[in-house]
């Protein structure tokens, strides 16, 4: 028997757990921004902008596998669910275990991955420069980075999401100090910065790490091959990790097909997108906190098979992101300029920035909807729909950004842009009844 279905999820619950996911979310883009500030202060566009690309294409690599934090999340919320510990314990070991095996896997092909991204990124000669020295820093990272993705994902299923902001809070803590000390204090400029990440990402592994250890030390210990290895897991965990890894990819892809649009306009206004990538990012992860507050309640109603209970979660983490959207677009109206400032001190990649702004201001409110959803379907583990919206949306953006862009120039492409994530809502939205709530009467592990 499951449990008993909780009381309705309230307004005041969801902030309550959304907060401090979105000021763990928001110290992600802060190492982005930190970064940023630091090469845009380094005398040349070309170090913004190789910074720009370097950390675009560590991106592309490791969100190519960000469904070992989302996958881990959902399976886990409806374990949370569904009382069943154990399982929780198997779906966290599992997920380690694949993280770090990829993770040596880049270390080991980390040259032709580095050499064959940054051609397809596209740059001047100068940039990709620039950007090859930051690389090979940064991809020490790669197996910490990807275990991270899962303590992430565990801790969020398991609603721990105070827990969860000090890992990131600490993360940002050691890069912030280790970017200063390797720019400023060793020299190492571009590299510097890369090296500084990968040293941030060690000391959130070694933390989470030992959080599971200790949480589960029994359960560990007790733990056989044989388990990790059930046909049936395995066979869900594939097929869940399948659809997610299409998903990501297209939407990577589509941030790339972004840059390598703005690096054909020039290193100036390839670093002046990049600055207002970042204005995205916290708009992303800030209004991800309420989408990630419907992945956890989401898969925890689903793991009950409580129709009711998801649709209050839907409508009141809805109610939030709306909220949340406004105060973004008035945030970036009011002090869009400032910002860019702080990013960076070259008048002309500055005023580039200033003159692209609008679209920061706007995507906010055409965006929330798509986070929204992309948390609700993930908690509900019916990732086939996310990943056949997210292809279609993607190959809408490709073809409008080729057409748009001879037209209207940059303005074309950020325009192409907010109808990608316009049209990625909208389908979810009228996927959500069909995919969701017909399919709550199979078991929490199926589907």
């Known amino acids: ?81 569904s009382a069943r510990p154990d399982s929780v314990v198997l779906t966290v070991a599992r997920g380690v275990i694949i993280a770090g095996g990829i993770g040596i896997l880049i270390l080991l092909l980390q040259r032709p991955l580095i050499h064959a991204g940054l051609i397809l990124l596209g740059a001047s000669a100068e940039a990709a420069e620039q950007a090859r020295l930051y690389a090979y820093g940064r991809v020490w990272a790669a197996p910490f980075a990807l275990i991270n993705y899962v303590i992430l994902g565990w801790l969020l299923g398991c609603q721990r999401v105070r827990i969860a902001l000090a890992i990131q809070i600490l993360i940002n803590i050691v890069n912030l100090a280790a970017v200063l000390s390797f720019v400023y204090g060793l020299g190492w400029s571009v590299s510097g910065i890369g090296r500084a990440t990968a040293l941030a990402d060690f000391s959130g592994t070694a933390v989470g790490v030992w959080l599971v250890w200790r949480s589960y030390r029994s359960q560990i210990k007790t733990l056989q091959w044989q388990q990790l290895i059930e046909a049936g897991a395995m066979r869900r965990l594939v097929q869940i990790n399948s659809h997610i890894f299409i998903r990501t990819l297209c939407l990577l892809t589509t941030m790339a097909w972004f840059t390598h649009l703005g690096a054909r306009q020039g290193d100036a206004l390839l670093a002046a997108n990049a ?15 309420f989408a990630h507050a419907a992945e956890t309640l989401s898969g925890a109603a689903v793991g009950r098979r409580d129709r009711r209970s998801l649709a209050r979660v839907i409508k009141v983490c809805m109610t939030w992101g709306l909220a949340g959207s406004i105060l973004y677009a008035v945030v970036y109206t009011i002090a869009g300029g ?17 003159q692209y702004l609008v679209w920061a201001v706007f995507a906010p409110l055409v965006s929330m909807p798509a986070y929204l959803y992309d948390g609700v379907f993930m908690g509900a583990t019916r990732t086939r729909p996310l990943m056949l919206i997210m292809l279609i949306c993607s190959l809408v953006f ?21 109808v990608f994530n316009a049209l990625r809502g909208l389908s979810l939205s ?10 709550l009467s199979m078991s929490p592990t199926e589907s």
């Open 275 to 289: 600055i207002l990538l970042n204005f995205l990012s916290f708009t992303s992860y800030g209004l991800d906190g």
């Open 430 to 439: 009228l996927t959500v009844k069909p995919a969701i709530y017909g399919t």
């Open 1 to 81: 028997m499951n449990p008993a279905s909780p009381a309705p999820v309230s307004y005041r619950q969801v902030l309550l757990l959304a907060i401090p996911i979105i000021l763990a979310n928001l110290t992600q883009p802060l190492m982005s921004a930190v970064d940023t500030a630091v090469a845009g202060h380094l005398p040349g566009a070309e170090h913004l902008a190789g910074v720009a690309l370097g950390s675009l294409l560590f991106n592309l690599i490791f969100w190519s596998f960000g469904f070992l934090r989302m996958g881990t999340t959902g399976v886990v919320a409806q374990y949370f669910g």
């Open 338 to 354: 400032q910002l860019i400032a702080l990013l960076t001190d070259q008048p002309d990649i500055a005023a580039l920035a200033q």
């Open 398 to 418: 490709i073809g409008l950004s080729l057409l748009l862009l001879p037209v209207l120039g940059n303005h074309g492409l950020w325009l192409s842009f907010l």
